[in-house]
């Protein structure tokens, strides 16, 4: 029998390797991608073969993952061989992934089937566009500032030909999520650094602010369409330049994502389609993002029309690694059956933002907590110095406005200065007098760390006015 036994240590980890990637029965998940896309899709990221709270993607035990809806392989290692794999990127025709290595601080290319890996050059790939006009494809690259996120140079590199590069952004550090740039190459989205996020615009050496946040994410036609994701964690607010208009789109009321926070937000090669992680249910409370957890999984989503909300959502992967940094390409950035008008502009934009807009409708209620979220440390919500906490309240009366519900969510400032107010906890025991907004209505909490421990998500979110 000792004889065998190495056998049957080695059939026990085939089964559970093939396990972890394998399918959920009777579900078709390249059926389901390409009936949202109509046309053959493409997706890369990294997945975590630890514990699934690499997030971040900042370890060595990473692997280099792909799915095709052409292939019938269903998610598969591009690269099974455990390294870092930060940020992969699929090239405009869909025939390369280019990703970063952290620890090496060098650049690497491999063709779609895994064939063909190769150094590119140093530094960190923060984009790859096709040139429109001679279809050269350069790798936009970052060189590494104080830290890991924040580059203070970016240059751009011949893929095929690194030797070949030039300068195209020193104005401002920038950080690494997301540079992405518009289908003419005359701008990027951006953090200049976070949480300053908006859109670079390189002939002028100009940026331009549109709000703080994360993860800004530029549209890869040249409608220069942008959004910035919150610091919930839970809603993108995109900015439209040809009207100037702003709006909130929620994304984490995906099917399979249950209103837990989601993370690494990104537009895929087709205006009509973006891609998320999520649900991140593990970490401490203070930061979900944090603790990962085997259960984040790959979304697709599609925009309406109109880009006012994700219309249809599909989970790409069903495994039990966590799965990180996917990017998504869609062939022919423009699928067959879903139209985007064509939007061409003379020059990259100075946005303005429409400030005027009707007053807000404002709630005055009594109400006794009865579901407090635990108040974080400064240090546990970093990078973020400034923190709301949201609590869920009985409604006893409603003094002024209009509220049909007896419950109500409501988030008050509990950090600022990265010091704990003095005023952030509540009292389970006490009725208190709250002067309420409703919290879409204020703009500029968008970009900061929102903390909410209740899964109670079907109620709307408030904001309780300065006392």
Same mark, same amino acid.
């Given at each position: 029998?000792?004889?065998?036994?190495?056998?049957?240590?080695?059939?026990?980890?085939?089964?559970?390797?093939?396990?972890?990637?394998?399918?959920?029965?009777?579900?078709?998940?390249?059926?389901?991608?390409?009936?949202?896309?109509?046309?053959?899709?493409?997706?890369?990221?990294?997945?975590?073969?630890?514990?699934?709270?690499?997030?971040?993607?900042?370890?060595?035990?990473?692997?280099?993952?792909?799915?095709?809806?052409?292939?019938?392989?269903?998610?598969?290692?591009?690269?099974?061989?455990?390294?870092?794999?930060?940020?992969?990127?699929?090239?405009?025709?869909?025939?390369?992934?280019?990703?970063?290595?952290?620890?090496?601080?060098?650049?690497? =290319?491999?063709?779609?089937?895994? $064939? !063909?890996?190769? &150094?590119?050059? @140093?530094?960190?790939? +923060?984009?790859?566009?096709?040139?429109?006009?001679?279809?050269?494809?350069?790798?936009?690259?970052?060189?590494?500032?104080?830290?890991?996120?924040?580059?203070?140079?970016?240059?751009?590199?011949?893929?095929?030909?690194?030797?070949?590069?030039?300068?195209?952004?020193?104005?401002?550090?920038?950080?690494?999520?997301?540079?992405?740039?518009? =289908?003419?190459?005359?701008?990027? $989205? !951006?953090?200049? &650094?976070?949480? @300053?996020?908006?859109? +670079?615009?390189?002939?002028?050496?100009?940026?331009?602010?549109?709000?703080?946040?994360?993860?800004?994410?530029?549209?890869?036609?040249?409608?220069?369409?942008?959004?910035?994701?919150?610091?919930?964690?839970?809603?993108?607010?995109?900015?439209?330049?040809?009207?100037?208009?702003?709006?909130?789109?929620?994304?984490?009321?995906?099917?399979?994502?249950?209103?837990?926070?989601?993370?690494?937000?990104?537009?895929?090669?087709?205006?009509?389609?973006?891609?998320?992680?999520?649900?991140?249910?593990?970490?401490?409370?203070?930061?979900?993002?944090?603790?990962?957890?085997?259960?984040?999984?790959?979304?697709?989503?599609?925009?309406?029309?109109?880009?006012?909300?994700?219309?249809?959502?599909?989970?790409?992967?069903?495994?039990?690694?966590?799965?990180?940094?996917?990017?998504?390409?869609?062939?022919?950035?423009?699928?067959?059956?879903?139209?985007?008008?064509?939007?061409?502009?003379?020059?990259?934009?100075?946005?303005?933002?429409?400030?005027?807009?009707?007053?807000?409708?404002?709630?005055?209620?009594?109400?006794?907590?009865?579901?407090?979220?635990?108040?974080?440390?400064?240090?546990?919500?970093?990078?973020?110095?400034?923190?709301?906490?949201?609590?869920?309240?009985?409604?006893?009366?409603?003094?002024?406005?209009?509220?049909?519900?007896?419950?109500?969510?409501?988030?008050?400032?509990?950090?600022?200065?990265?010091?704990?107010?003095?005023?952030?906890?509540?009292?389970?025991?006490?009725?208190?007098?709250?002067?309420?907004?409703?919290?879409?209505?204020?703009?500029?909490?968008?970009?900061?760390?929102?903390?909410?421990?209740?899964?109670?998500?079907?109620?709307?979110?408030?904001?309780?006015?300065?006392?």
């Amino acid at each position: 029998m000792r004889h065998f036994f190495p056998v049957i240590l080695v059939g026990i980890f085939l089964v559970v390797a093939v396990a972890c990637c394998a399918p959920v029965p009777g579900h078709d998940p390249a059926a389901a991608v390409k009936a949202l896309t109509i046309v053959p899709t493409r997706v890369t990221w990294c997945q975590d073969a630890g514990d699934g709270s690499d997030a971040g993607a900042e370890s060595n035990h990473l692997r280099l993952m792909g799915f095709d809806t052409e292939d019938g392989r269903g998610e598969r290692a591009i690269l099974s061989k455990l390294s870092n794999y930060t940020k992969p990127l699929l090239t405009p025709r869909g025939d390369r992934v280019v990703f970063s290595n952290r620890q090496e601080q060098k650049i690497y =290319a491999v063709n779609w089937d895994g $064939s !063909g890996l190769r &150094p590119v050059t @140093d530094g960190f790939a +923060l984009a790859v566009w096709e040139d429109p006009q001679n279809s050269n494809v350069w790798v936009y690259v970052g060189t590494t500032a104080t830290n890991s996120m924040a580059m203070f140079r970016v240059r751009r590199h011949l893929l095929d030909q690194s030797s070949v590069s030039e300068l195209v952004w020193d104005k401002t550090l920038v950080d690494i999520d997301n540079f992405q740039l518009s =289908a003419d190459g005359r701008a990027a $989205s !951006g953090q200049f &650094p976070w949480p @300053d996020c908006g859109i +670079l615009e390189f002939a002028a050496g100009a940026a331009h602010k549109f709000g703080n946040g994360c993860w800004p994410s530029l549209a890869p036609d040249n409608s220069y369409r942008l959004w910035i994701f919150d610091g919930a964690h839970r809603n993108l607010t995109l900015f439209d330049y040809a009207t100037g208009r702003r709006w909130v789109v929620n994304i984490n009321r995906a099917p399979g994502i249950g209103g837990f926070e989601v993370y690494h937000p990104r537009w895929s090669s087709h205006p009509r389609f973006m891609t998320m992680t999520g649900p991140y249910t593990v970490g401490g409370r203070d930061n979900r993002i944090r603790g990962g957890g085997t259960g984040v999984e790959i979304f697709i989503g599609r925009f309406s029309a109109d880009f006012q909300r994700v219309e249809q959502w599909v989970q790409v992967t069903h495994n039990t690694n966590a799965d990180f940094f996917p990017d998504v390409w869609v062939a022919g950035g423009r699928a067959a059956g879903v139209k985007v008008p064509a939007t061409t502009v003379a020059a990259a934009p100075v946005v303005v933002i429409a400030t005027n807009r009707p007053p807000v409708a404002r709630l005055v209620l009594m109400a006794r907590p009865v579901e407090l979220s635990r108040i974080p440390s400064p240090a546990s919500i970093a990078p973020y110095r400034r923190a709301l906490i949201v609590n869920l309240y009985d409604v006893e009366r409603v003094a002024e406005g209009h509220y049909a519900e007896k419950q109500i969510m409501v988030a008050h400032w509990a950090i600022r200065d990265g010091r704990v107010l003095p005023t952030a906890a509540r009292d389970k025991t006490k009725t208190y007098r709250l002067v309420l907004e409703p919290f879409d209505e204020h703009p500029e909490l968008e970009g900061e760390r929102l903390i909410m421990d209740s899964d109670e998500f079907r109620l709307p979110l408030y904001y309780e006015m300065e006392r």
